[in-house]
């Protein structure tokens, strides 16, 4: 481990941020480093437009049914989420502790002409900032960072009474092992060698604690498989592998 790892505080991961730095370039190229994240989208993005519809009363078929809603996409990296959040009318910030991720997302959004908060912020900076949202998207993000309940904490702090927080990652389980690194990484070649270690794969309990202990209530649990006949993924019970979480901070009575 370099020194600079070393050094790292709070949520912030160094090498982590150094590797998908390094893989920048790459984030709006569908055959790239990020294919599968292009492949894992149209899930992400149905889930998230349908929870947030049936949670806050909008029309679904709404080309501005995110309208007058305050998104944070946390660890956005090129923009994936964030830009159609933005198509959808939502205001959003997207945060990412890389300063190259935020260079490629802002490029990425002039040529798109939207409007979107792109900040290379922590999400601890963020919430000591005191910035709140009506819905915080934290996707792929957990297996990457330092500190997992300090990083749930300050996520979860966001989440305005009433708000959603969306938590997508993997699961720490020997069949996460050998389909998400070893067939995604090393057979399929899918991902970079690397991207993911299975130390720091989540279950789903460790981050339902924190996000419980923070005041927000877990109010949809779902797995996401893929389905090599079709090449698609879909959500689905199992929850061995990919998972998604979905929790609300109820408003007081």
Request: proline share 5%; with cysteine.
């Amino acid at each position: 481990m370099t020194d600079k790892a070393q050094q790292s505080t709070g949520t912030i991961d160094s090498e982590e941020v150094a590797r998908f730095s390094a893989m920048a370039e790459q984030w709006w190229d569908p055959t790239g480093d990020f294919k599968p994240l292009h492949k894992f989208n149209p899930v992400r993005l149905a889930y998230i437009k349908q929870e947030v519809c049936r949670h806050f009363g909008r029309d679904p078929k709404a080309a501005d049914a995110f309208k007058g809603l305050r998104f944070l996409d946390i660890g956005c990296g090129g923009g994936l989420l964030s830009e159609p959040m933005a198509r959808l009318g939502a205001e959003v910030v997207g945060a990412d502790p890389s300063e190259t991720n935020i260079k490629i997302a802002k490029l990425h959004m002039e040529s798109s002409g939207l409007e979107i908060d792109y900040r290379a912020e922590t999400a601890e900076s963020l919430a000591a900032a005191g910035e709140t949202f009506d819905v915080v998207l934290n996707m792929e993000v957990v297996e990457h960072v330092a500190d997992v309940p300090l990083f749930m904490e300050a996520t979860s702090q966001m989440v305005r009474p009433g708000g959603l927080m969306f938590i997508a990652t993997i699961n720490r389980t020997l069949k996460a092992y050998a389909l998400a690194i070893v067939g995604a990484e090393y057979v399929l070649r899918w991902l970079p060698k690397g991207t993911h270690s299975y130390e720091k794969l989540v279950k789903p309990a460790e981050l339902e604690e924190p996000v419980k202990a923070a005041g927000l209530k877990i109010i949809d649990r779902s797995g996401v498989s893929y389905n090599p006949l079709t090449d698609t993924w879909g959500q689905s019970r199992d929850m061995d592998v990919n998972y998604m979480l979905l929790a609300e901070r109820v408003t007081s009575s």
